[in-house]
């Protein structure tokens, strides 16, 4: 049996019950966070998703950022990713600015995101 393996894949995707059926695959949704099982069990991937507060960074401070200029910003990590690289990314939300996908390690907590704004203005991030 051959499976192929799409890497990088930011939208949504679909499988259908014909993939899932044909690869002894399974989704059980009563775990937290969900599991995606392949080969009756073989493989397990917890499902997460970019929103979730247990998944997602906050600003460490409130940050300026010049017009047309990009800025290094200093976020919290969620405890579990400590002494780990993390892949930072865009949230699917609209942003003021945009984040630069990116490879960062969380060290007590924290890491450094990479952003830029593209606008004719000044943009405040402020600590939620």
């Given at each position: 049996?051959q ?11 679909i ?16 775990l ?6 392949l ?14 507060e ?24 969620p ?10 990314e ?8 945009s984040?630069a ?28």
């Amino acid at each position: 049996m051959q499976m192929v393996v799409a890497k990088s894949l930011s939208p949504s995707f679909i499988l259908g019950m014909d993939f899932l059926m044909a690869n002894q695959a399974g989704i059980n949704y009563a775990l937290k966070p969900p599991m995606f099982t392949l080969y009756d069990g073989l493989i397990e991937l917890p499902f997460f998703t970019r929103c979730d507060e247990n998944n997602g960074v906050t600003l460490a401070r409130t940050v300026c950022v010049p017009a047309y200029n990009e800025a290094y910003v200093q976020v919290e990590t969620p405890h579990r990713y400590n002494n780990q690289e993390v892949i930072l990314e865009q949230p699917p939300r609209a942003l003021s600015v945009s984040v630069a996908r990116a490879l960062a390690f969380c060290k007590n907590n924290k890491a450094v995101c990479r952003v830029l704004n593209t606008n004719p203005y000044v943009v405040t991030l402020k600590m939620v």
